[in-house]
């Protein structure tokens, strides 16, 4: 039976390539104030699809209010942010809907409703988005809290129960709960031991090369940004200072780039790693 | 055989740009060949779920599945393969994939582990109804008991004073005394005028109309007067104080216990108790006497204006009628219940606030709880006051 009449109902998809590559998220001359003091001035970073894309800056520096006002969390004063290719602003309900099933988010605390269980809190995005059946709603829950790396018996705990590390895993897989395109984590890494931390990397890795997902990650933990990152961008004098691979990073000259990623800390890091990725 | 999947489900419509899953099946004397193509796609899946779900009971001895026309595969989409392909092998089948990408393969082995074993697990078996009762009789028991001890405990510290546990031994924050007398005493002034004084007028006018047909109308004072002082703008200051302060006393404990803070004073090496509980406890003790004078003396002038509205009776005849009618013990038999009430009030709302748990839910029941026990026990007393008064003769 024919399928034409399915596939004229293709919506367009984001079209905007850049050296063959599809831009999923794109900011242009950002600015955001808050009373006098202005914290992003004509800001703009594009991120492609299937890359993850690491986020730096000192402390203050207005990481967390960018990534707010992606998701429209805080009113921007100038500028334009398209995802996939629709300008966020000009959208309607129904629209901005379609985008918010494509993208999640792990906020840095979890932000795990406390008074729900570990699946409910992963049911939520799927109640509320699309039409499951409950055995196969409850089936595809427990699927995202085992890819996360949580034991099925997480499943009917409370976010109370659980140790920080398992909240950040629990807050990955409601973000993952409707398979995004785009996932947005605000350090996920902080507050992890060192193994968890590496395993959680990992974990994003592996989401990035199955799905194609893309990955926007604020994070100050060297380690994923020199492991899993595939470009760095540092916020930084109200806009994005530097951005490429962690090799453009090390030739930048920019003092705050230089003392972040030459300092000693950094150096510790950076060499072994470097050459972990030389040998793969 | 052609599977329409729109037909199934309604959640279609939602879906722009997706087009649905399909599986087209082909069977010849054991041999089974799925070809499926389309979306296989969170968004997707309960569309054909239903179908998959009957596919898995076919019995063949070889599968072919071709995954070759999907066009988008997720999680959702490899889970529903991954089940599929499980549930042939446990029947007996041989089972084989083609057509899928690479990625696909990362995916449908990453899936593989929750397909063979979809089921949630549940909490162990429940007990039967009888014994369900019993155990909620038993453990409301223990709680009544824990809330008694924790109550002692509160009031034993509170007397002791104990601010520190070590060093600057019985010292008092009388800052934060201050501060919380201004909140919950000065604070509820405004409310409480209010409240007492309609109360006021709406007894008198009640009593007066009664009154009105024994001639006795200049004996509403009497009610009036004895009423007030003696029962209501004590009680009733209470149960307002109860809803606004113990509420506040909970929450504020209650969201303090959530994020820890609680456990901060006490590594610290502040008592909780005194650090959180005894200011507030000692400025309800004192706030709440004051508020129930002026809550007296509103209800007194409410009442006096009403009986000079309805029954003509002058204010000056109105107090007269007073100074005869009620005496110093009619004040103090109110005003001496006044401490107790701030007492019942304060230790309820901090036990209340000190066993909030991790969510946000916790906190909700736990306030509720506490306004509703300080309220039901602040009546139960003012009643037992009543009764012990009649006794002695007060």
């Excluded at chain 1, 800056?57 to 629709?86: D, E, P």
């Excluded at chain 1, 398992?166 to 984590?185: G, N, Q, S, T």
């Excluded at chain 2, 028991?141 to 600057?168: E, N, P, W």
Aim: net charge neutral.
């Amino acid at each position: 039976m024919a399928t034409a009449e399915e596939d004229q109902t293709e919506a367009p998809r984001a079209a905007e390539t850049e050296n063959g590559r599809e831009i999923v998220l794109s900011a242009e001359g950002v600015t955001v104030r808050f009373g006098t003091t202005t914290v992003l001035e004509n800001l703009s970073l594009d991120v492609y699809r299937g890359e993850i894309l690491g986020f730096v800056g000192a402390s203050g520096s207005g990481k967390s209010v960018l990534l707010r006002t992606i998701l429209g969390l805080v009113r921007k004063q100038a500028g334009t942010i398209r995802m996939f290719g629709r300008d966020l602003a000009e959208l309607d309900d129904a629209e901005r809907m379609l985008i918010d099933m494509r993208q999640g988010v792990l906020f840095q605390h979890g932000a795990l409703f406390s008074a729900l269980t570990v699946l409910e809190n992963v049911q939520v995005p799927m109640r509320e988005y699309i039409d499951l059946p409950k055995k196969l709603m409850d089936e595809l829950a427990l699927l995202k809290i085992e890819l996360v790396g949580l034991p099925r018996e997480a499943a009917n705990k409370f976010p109370s129960e659980l140790s920080g590390g398992m909240i950040k895993r629990a807050a990955l897989a409601r973000a993952l709960a409707l398979d995004p395109d785009i996932v947005f984590l605000d350090e996920p890494t902080s507050g992890l031991d060192p193994i968890g931390a590496a395993e959680f990397d990992e974990l994003v890795a592996k989401m990035r090369d199955t799905m194609g997902l893309t990955v926007y990650m604020v994070t100050h933990d060297l380690d994923s940004l020199l492991t899993v990152c595939d470009r760095i961008a540092v916020l930084g004098k109200k806009r994005v200072l530097v951005h490429g691979t962690v090799e453009d990073m090390m030739k930048s000259e920019e003092p705050w780039v230089k003392s972040y990623f030459r300092g000693k800390r950094a150096r510790q890091v950076v060499r072994p790693a470097a050459r972990m990725k030389e040998d793969s | 055989m052609l599977f329409k999947a729109s037909r199934l489900s309604g959640g279609s419509a939602a879906l722009p740009g997706a087009s649905l899953p399909r599986v087209e099946l082909q069977e010849e004397d054991g041999f089974i060949t799925y070809r499926l193509s389309g979306d296989w796609t969170t968004r997707t899946a309960g569309v054909i779920d239903r179908h998959m779900r009957d596919l898995l009971k076919k019995e063949a001895k070889r599968v072919h599945i071709d995954l070759g026309d999907v066009r988008q595969l997720d999680t959702a989409g490899a889970w529903l393969v991954a089940r599929l392909v499980f549930e042939q092998r446990r029947r007996g089948a041989e089972v084989e994939l083609t057509g899928e990408s690479e990625a696909a393969r990362i995916l449908l082995d990453a899936v593989a582990p929750t397909a063979e074993q979809p089921d949630i697990p549940r909490k162990t078996h429940s007990d039967g109804w009888i014994s369900r009762a019993l155990a909620a009789v038993g453990r409301s028991v223990y709680d009544i008991r824990d809330d008694l001890l924790y109550g002692f405990h509160i009031l034993g510290a509170t007397i002791s004073g104990a601010q520190m546990k070590l060093g600057r031994r019985n010292s008092v924050n009388p800052a934060a005394i201050a501060s919380q007398i201004d909140r919950m005493g000065v604070g509820a002034v405004p409310i409480i005028v209010l409240m007492s004084a309609i109360v006021g007028a709406i007894i008198a006018q009640q009593g007066a109309f009664q009154l009105r047909y024994f001639g006795a109308e200049i004996f509403v004072v009497d009610l009036v007067g004895i009423l007030i002082l003696r029962e209501l703008g004590v009680l009733m200051t209470a149960i307002m104080i109860a809803g606004r302060s113990g509420s506040a006393i909970t929450a504020e404990i209650g969201s303090m216990k959530m994020r820890e803070e609680v456990d901060a004073l006490t590594v610290i090496g502040l008592n909780p108790v005194g650090v959180l509980v005894f200011p507030r406890l000692v400025a309800l003790v004192v706030a709440l006497p004051c508020l129930t004078i002026v809550a007296n003396g509103a209800a007194l002038g409410g009442a006096m204006l009403i009986a000079w509205w309805y029954s003509g009776i002058p204010p000056s005849a109105f107090i007269d009628r007073l100074r005869g009618a009620i005496d110093l013990t009619s004040i103090f038999a109110g005003l001496i219940k006044a401490p107790f009430m701030a007492m019942i009030i304060g230790i309820i709302a901090s036990v209340e606030g000190m066993k909030v748990g991790g969510s946000a839910e916790s906190l909700g029941r736990r306030v509720t709880a506490s306004v509703v026990k300080a309220i039901f026990i602040v009546i139960v007393v003012d009643g037992l006051f009543a009764i012990f008064y009649a006794a002695i003769d007060f």
